[in-house]
């Protein structure tokens, strides 16, 4: 009887102990676990951080499922708003290193490093977007911001450039890119290329953007760099069917050759045998992407002294010359006649023909 007795009263402790042991486990993880889970991420907390619930829970989840795509959104919103801004860009970016590549997690990433002033990081963070999404316009803006507000304008127009280029719908586009790259050809002290993005802007849509401002902006330019004034008759070029594809000749640096009239380039491109030929400047340093009929082609940035369209006639035209052959015109054209130099002309499409002549004509 006394043996029995005991075994009687050690069951209801071995059944309680079953019990509770599931129940503690579902308080989470414990701290060896979750420090785990921040090492791989490479953030170090305070513990008391880590145990607020909106930072605990997504660590809990990223320790049980490393690459859950909600749970790394979560911890980096859960950092950013209890102060730990650093450490939220620093867990992004390496979830995407370990997960294959992520680019929301790069994009708020970058986001965050802007606002910490860290532009160095910034770029470098873009960058690794750019690679996950070459074709994307938003890697460009990104790294654009950064080099801009880390003072390097050159490298800014160029990831300005290229992100306006890529940009889908231009109709929908705001100013700010093109603004911004205003400002840093400014910066250089080039105010006859600060009014190229001005008047590229204002063309899109004439009756909404030529306002008083931009009037203004470009006028201030212009006296600023002394820049001359394009001159010329009215021209009128004919649109052949049935692709509409209207190829004009023109003279660069004297050098004849027959462009394609592109009023959705922003720039005059041309291939890199007859920028050769035309002995066109050419930045070596420069690094654009260009979105054409033909595809996505990469180039460099540069000038012409002049371009010539019939009466038409230009000076000091930033131009690009394609560098990746294989996206060239195979029609036999020499390029694209693009906004760098159309947009210094009053330029109007019909059905049947493109009219280009000089503003200040009546």
């Known amino acids: 009887m006394p ?86 860009a620093t867990a992004q970016v390496r979830y995407s290193e370990t997960c294959g590549g992520h680019a929301p997690s790069l994009r708020s990433a970058v986001n965050v490093l802007l606002t910490l002033s860290d532009y160095e990081g910034a770029a470098k963070v873009a960058s690794d977007l750019i690679k996950l999404e070459p074709f994307n316009d938003n890697g460009y803006y990104l790294r654009a911001l950064a080099y801009d507000r880390g003072g390097l304008p050159k490298k800014a ?40 993005p001005i008047e590229a802007w204002v063309s899109l849509n004439p009756a909404r953007n030529d306002t008083t401002q931009t009037r203004t902006i470009v006028a201030d330019y212009t006296a600023k760099g002394g820049c001359a004034a394009a ?68 180039g460099k940035r540069g000038r012409a002294a002049t371009i010539q369209l019939r009466s038409l006639q230009a000076k000091d035209v930033p131009i690009v010359v394609q560098t990746d052959v294989k996206q060239a015109p195979g029609d036999g054209s020499d390029g694209l006649l693009g906004m760098s130099f159309l947009s210094r002309f009053r330029v109007s499409i019909d059905a049947q023909a493109v009219t280009v002549s000089n503003r200040k004509s009546k």
Not at 165 to 189: C, H, P, Q, T, W
């Open 3 to 88: 043996t029995l007795r005991i075994i009687l009263i050690c069951l209801p402790i071995a059944i309680s102990v079953g019990i509770n042991v599931p129940a503690g486990s579902q308080t989470g993880a414990g701290p060896d676990a979750i420090l785990a889970t921040m090492n791989r991420l490479s953030i170090e907390l305070p513990m008391g951080v880590a145990r607020v619930e909106s930072v605990r829970k997504p660590l809990e989840e990223l320790g049980r499922e490393p690459c859950d795509q909600d749970a790394i959104a979560n911890l980096g919103r859960a950092l950013e708003k209890a102060g730990y801004r650093r450490e939220a």
């Open 157 to 196: 127009i160029d990831d300005y450039v290229t992100a306006i280029e890529l940009f889908g719908d231009k109709g929908k586009i705001s100013s700010v890119g093109y603004l911004a790259m205003a400002r840093n050809y400014e910066r250089l002290n080039q105010f006859c290329d600060a009014i190229l």
């Open 231 to 298: 001159v010329g008759k009215e021209e009128v070029f004919k649109i052949p069917p049935p692709h509409g594809t209207v190829k004009v000749p023109v003279a660069i640096n004297g050098v004849r050759g027959n462009l394609i009239l592109d009023t959705g380039a922003t720039f005059v491109t041309l291939t890199a045998m007859f920028a050769q030929k035309a002995k066109v400047q050419v930045d070596q340093d420069s690094r654009v992407r260009l979105h054409t009929a033909n595809g996505t082609t990469e």
